[in-house]
């Protein structure tokens, strides 16, 4: 349903919370503003309603969460009844069977499903703590600290994920209690490429660049000198950056990094925890680059709606991990929930419906091509894979103007349209729609988009 606003935005009653959570809550935490935020109320599909009755249309399923579409039927029921037989366990200690059923199913849609033997979980309840789980793995694994990250990668907010974050600001503000194990490499950006070309983001979703893609080379070279002159355990990698702004590589940036890590004996670690579960039109991106990685992180659209993430790797490098003798040396209370284990295994499901990747692939080209179509000139690049899209605004030089995309966010709001910033200057438009998103809604976005940008609403 397209969006049906009543009040002005925010409304009096999102105004009045805002105001009481300042008193009360980190002020790092949540953005206040003249202007934001709205309260969430409740949420159906591809509609939020705020606290004063506003209907709004969600570009962003809450972080690319709700894959499935907010409060999503199916996952009620899971979660519902779950929670009238057992809420909680002892994930470590004496679990739930759903627990079981989970770790079974993750690794029969990973690594069975690719041929590569068993796949084993540690499951989390966020996803930089999978990330982490990856990282100590690296560690038991090879003995070696060391770790190759990309600039413009997040994976999170923990310290561990802080080490591997390619977008400083984040770590800064915490260097004193950070050690210095791991090495920032260039992510290939064709739009804006790290080596200096220019010919690379002319061409479609930038997979094909135009410059034989010699950002590859210079990468090789990067990582092969790191490797040399510091113990490496493993690549960690998004196969698209998400918040790092829907950066698409090019095609055979993936398999450079495989080919890297059989080489050298290091494990290439695969961050999937935004790009995963259909997000990019195939259950998991690296379906469709045809590489698989030794660890896959996983989130998000995992449960499309509670806090459950998790850690798969191939048996044989989980098994560095020695064996329980009664204290797990990585564990939380919540590990494995038996609300997130059911939530899971119910949008495990509905991601293995057969037409659900085809229609993420449909409407992503749809709304890339919408956008496209617009013409805008403060649209430098529009870019993505399936439902994850991402258009760069620019100013008529070319740099990025991340004010031009608040004023955007900003004014969608008012027309009842959600919609985020991301990418490493703020200054990307980041679409990332449940996929119950129609063309309709998809239009009414864009040409809000249009008049904001050509008839002025946004200078
Ligand atoms: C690729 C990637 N990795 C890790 C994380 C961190 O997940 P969480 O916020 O659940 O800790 C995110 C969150 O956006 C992400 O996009």
Redesign the pocket.
């Given at each position: 349903m397209l969006p049906e606003i009543r009040t002005p935005i925010p409304g009096p009653r999102s105004r009045e919370l805002a105001s009481s959570l300042s008193k009360y809550e980190n002020r790092n935490v949540t953005y206040f503003a003249a202007d934001f935020p709205i309260f969430w109320d409740r949420a159906s599909g591809i509609n939020v309603w705020d606290v004063d009755g506003n209907r709004f249309v969600d570009f962003t399923a809450g972080?690319?969460v709700a894959a499935h579409g907010h409060t999503h039927q199916a996952i009620q029921d899971a979660i519902a009844n779950q929670s009238a037989r057992l809420m909680h366990a002892m994930g470590d200690v004496h679990p739930a069977e759903n627990k079981l059923r989970l770790c079974q199913r993750l690794s029969e849609i990973t690594f069975e499903r690719w041929g590569l033997g068993v796949g084993k979980t540690t499951l989390c309840n966020?996803?930089?703590?999978?990330?982490e789980v990856a990282l100590k793995t690296s560690l038991l694994h090879s003995g070696k600290a060391g770790v190759i990250y990309f600039s413009g990668?997040?994976?999170?907010?923990?310290y561990g994920?802080l080490e591997v974050i390619g977008i400083p600001w984040f770590r800064e503000p915490f260097l004193l209690q950070l050690r210095d194990f791991a090495t920032a490499i260039p992510y290939p950006n064709c739009f804006r490429c790290p080596f200096g070309r220019t010919e690379g983001y002319r061409l479609e979703g930038s997979r094909f660049p135009n410059c034989a893609s010699s950002c590859l080379a210079a990468i090789e070279d990067q990582i092969a000198q790191t490797i040399r002159t510091r113990p490496i355990g493993c690549i960690l990698v998004?196969p698209c950056?998400?918040?790092g702004g829907e950066v698409v590589p090019p095609i055979d940036f993936h398999r450079m990094l495989r080919q890297i890590c059989d080489t050298y004996k290091i494990l290439l670690v695969w961050?999937?925890?935004?790009?995963g579960f259909n997000r990019t039109g195939t259950l998991f991106a690296c379906d469709q680059f045809g590489v698989y990685p030794d660890i896959i992180?996983l989130?998000?659209g995992l449960t499309a709606g509670f806090?459950l993430?998790a850690c798969v790797g191939r048996a044989e490098i989980m098994d560095a991990w020695p064996l329980s003798a009664g204290e797990a040396l990585h564990t939380t209370t919540f590990l494995g929930n038996p609300m997130g284990c059911a939530a899971a295994l119910a949008s495990i499901d509905l991601h293995l419906e057969k037409a659900l990747g085809t229609r993420v692939q449909t409407l992503g080209r749809q709304f890339r091509d919408r956008l496209k179509e617009l013409a805008l000139p403060a649209i430098g690049h529009v870019r993505g894979l399936g439902l994850l899209v991402g258009a760069e605004i620019i100013r008529p030089d070319g740099s990025p103007d991340p004010a031009k995309a608040l004023q955007i966010v900003l004014c969608a709001l008012k027309d009842g349209l959600l919609f985020l910033t991301g990418g490493t200057n703020g200054n990307v438009l980041s679409f990332t729609p449940p996929f119950c998103i129609e063309t309709e809604e998809i239009d009414y976005a864009c040409k809000k988009i249009y008049q904001y940008l050509r008839l002025g609403s946004v200078s």
């Open positions: 972080f690319a966020s996803g930089f703590e999978a990330v990668g997040y994976h999170g907010l923990g994920a998004e950056q998400g918040r961050d999937e925890i935004y790009t992180c989130g998000k806090p993430a």
